[in-house]
């Protein structure tokens, strides 16, 4: 450890907001720093917000600009939010990639489809064990969640012990996979943690979060009671929640079909690393079809009412594989995300108004969340003890809200951080000393652009609105020379004919002697806007082209 080393913290996506999360840590005097990323994630675009906009991840350009100081990207667990930028942002950064072993095979698949599979160093750690970067020691630590192989890191450097938490909850009986290592967690606060970063989706809910045990009880006993075909809708990723179902269906006398490309993606992921020895055999969906309808359960994704997976088709009758009818019954074994329930519940119409019965979670106990509860909080803290608690993994008012139950637990110090911000932390002090440029990159189609181009913001005006489009043809001496063209997309007809007559009449008045083509084009434009707020009300994006012969 040299005297001007120092520790510093730099969230990139994920503070502030649930989703995108990348998490830096730099070791290092201030112009000679090693880096590590923990988590590498996408959030999902939204019809209203961001118009043709699949993926969102965070804007990394200023660390790759250093990227040969960035020594690896540790991934905690295999959700979207953590692993889902790996592949389209590994060329900006292009270092190792590590993560235990049915995190990295997801991974591995993700890098497969990017063509990028040769050309990653993808390295498996295994459950429970270490890892060495640079000045960068890390113990990957079991710990419960809604999916395989969540990891809890502590991260070691000469400065002191940082425990990065990543998504969590405390499950004591998961179903599958490690319990959670409450043994190494409480030996880390012994021996000492500087600060803890930590996720605070539920920071806002009292109590626990709930066992797996518990839902697939319920499911069992529910589905008992069921009488048609059943399709239980339910995140990929949770495959305890899958072994569920298919114990719900092995002791109801029923077949498992899972429905939807990612179900299979996870289960074949599970089985690679060892996981679902005893799954009983599933049914495809030529032979669940051939079933009495008492006979089947259904697994499918859609649960937060994406159009185009399982279950939206099914509910429209447009599944190639499955059909519902009256009789049949959905369970959702989800919960609603925020911002989804548009969705969500024009799926449920969909459903009930076909006469499928629909049973949601709420009524049944048949989901539990995978993040910690204020109770689950407050056994975390009172088992690390840091000096300086870091909320991560929430909207502001997730973190501050555990930034508050942190200091309420005799914590010294708690930071709500902000992506771009960069905190220095050292004993019993985070520190903020330097801004970074940030933000948001749009995955566009096949391409990144960022947010800041605007692309996004532009189809939403045009949605609002519509568009104009104008061409003017002058000659070589400034004058108008022919019809002036216009096009118009989404917009009344009585909104066109009065933008066409003042577009015409602004034509007309020009005057080559007295403004240029320039000039014409800025007025032309503000005369379409200006008949079209009279007419309509609204001003839509508009566009002038000027060809000069
Ligand atoms: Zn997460
Ligand atoms: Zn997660």
Redesign the pocket.
């Known amino acids: 450890m040299k005297k001007q080393d120092e520790l510093v913290f730099l969230p990139l996506g994920g503070s502030g907001e649930i989703g995108m999360n990348f998490n830096a840590y730099g070791y290092g005097p201030e112009h000679d720093r090693k880096w590590i990323v923990v988590d590498c994630g996408v959030m999902f675009g939204r019809e209203t917000s961001t118009p043709g906009v699949d993926v969102i991840m965070p804007d990394i350009g200023w660390l790759a600009e250093q990227r040969d100081n960035v020594l690896g990207i540790v991934a905690?667990?295999?959700?979207e939010?953590?692993i889902g930028a790996i592949a389209p942002l590994w060329p900006m950064l292009r270092c190792p990639v590590y993560a235990t072993p049915f995190t990295a095979r997801l991974i591995e698949g993700k890098l497969e489809e990017a063509g990028l599979l040769g050309k990653v160093k993808l390295r498996e750690v295994p459950v429970g064990g270490k890892l060495k970067l640079g000045p960068f020691a890390l113990d990957f630590i079991s710990i419960t969640?809604?999916?395989l192989e969540?990891n809890l890191l502590a991260i070691r450097t000469p400065l002191g012990v940082v425990a990065h938490t990543?998504?969590w909850k405390l499950d004591a009986d998961p179903l599958l996979g490690e319990k959670t290592d409450e043994a190494a967690i409480s030996k880390l606060g012994d021996e000492g943690v500087l600060a803890v970063v930590c996720d605070s989706t539920n920071a806002l809910n009292p109590g626990a979060s709930g066992s797996e045990i518990g839902v697939r009880d319920n499911l069992i006993k529910l589905v008992g009671t069921l009488k048609g075909r059943v399709a239980i809708a339910a995140f990929a990723?949770n495959v305890a929640r899958l072994d569920s179902a298919a114990r719900a269906a092995m002791a109801n006398g029923r077949r498992l079909c899972l429905v939807g490309r990612s179900m299979h993606k996870m289960v074949d992921a599970a089985r690679e690393t060892g996981y679902l020895r005893d799954l009983p055999p599933l049914a495809n969906e030529e032979d669940a079809a051939e079933l009495p309808p008492h006979k089947v359960l259904y697994l499918v994704t859609g649960s937060q009412g994406e159009p185009r997976a399982a279950l939206a088709r099914i509910a429209e009758n447009n599944h190639p594989g499955v059909f519902l009818e009256r009789g049949d019954s959905v369970v959702f074994s989800s919960r609603v995300i925020p911002g989804n329930e548009i969705g969500i519940f024009a799926l449920m119409n969909k459903l009930a108004g076909r006469g499928i019965e629909v049973i949601t979670a709420d009524a049944h106990d048949v989901h539990v969340s995978?993040?910690p509860a204020q109770g689950e909080l407050r056994q975390m803290y009172q088992w690390l003890r840091p000096q300086i608690a870091i909320p991560v993994h929430g909207e502001m008012r997730h973190m501050t809200e555990h930034a508050r139950l942190a200091k309420s637990l005799q914590v010294p110090e708690a930071l709500v951080p902000a992506n771009g911000q960069l905190y220095r932390l050292a004993p019993g002090h985070a520190e903020l000393i330097d801004e970074v440029p940030s933000g948001r990159m749009h995955m566009d189609g096949r391409i990144l652009v960022a947010e800041g181009e605007g692309l996004a913001k532009a189809r939403r005006a045009m949605a609002f609105a519509g568009l104009i489009v104008v061409t003017l043809v002058l000659d070589g001496k400034g004058r108008v020379a022919a019809e002036t063209g216009l096009l118009t997309e989404g917009m009344p007809g009585s909104v066109e004919d009065a933008v066409r007559e003042a577009v015409d009449e602004a034509a007309r008045r020009h005057n080559p002697k007295k403004s240029d083509a320039e000039e014409l084009r800025e007025t032309v434009r503000r005369a379409a806007r200006r008949a079209a707020q009279d007419a309509w009300g609204k001003k839509p994006v508009t566009r002038v082209t000027v060809i000069e012969l």
Do not use: K, L, Q
């Open positions: 905690t667990h295999a959700h939010d953590h969640h809604s999916i969540p990543g998504d990723s995978g993040h």
